[in-house]
Nanobody, 115 residues
């Protein structure tokens, strides 16, 4: 079992920035992938960023260079920097981790972007 705790969400104006963090209870180097999904009211959960153990990262099509995901192996933490935020980025952002035992999710952190 891997426990994940997100932090850093909040309210920001359109065009602003936020930084999200996700602290894992296990070594993130042991994960196959880690990353972030988001879910807006009435919509399906969608991929924001996926970090692979080999070092590559993929982003959802809507990101368009605005977000940056990274991992810190020394602190077992992954980060998601959100820049140039738009009202349509409003959602609950979830951290996840995948290893050979399964997929684990954090509780989510709310990001609200006002116009």
């Amino acid at each position: 079992q891997v426990q994940l705790v997100e932090s850093g969400g909040g309210l920001v104006q359109s065009g602003g920035s936020l930084g999200l963090s996700c602290a894992a209870s296990a070594s993130i180097g042991s994960m196959t992938t880690m990353g972030w999904y988001r879910q807006a009211p009435g919509k399906e959960r969608e991929l924001v960023a996926q970090l692979f153990n080999g070092g590559s990262t993929i982003y959802g099509n809507f990101v368009k260079g605005r977000f940056a995901a990274s991992g810190d192996n020394t602190k077992n933490t992954v980060h998601l920097q959100l820049n140039d935020l738009k009202p349509e980025d409003t959602a609950v952002y979830y951290c996840y981790a995948q290893n050979i035992r399964g997929v684990f999710w954090g509780q989510g952190t709310q990001v609200t972007v006002s116009s």
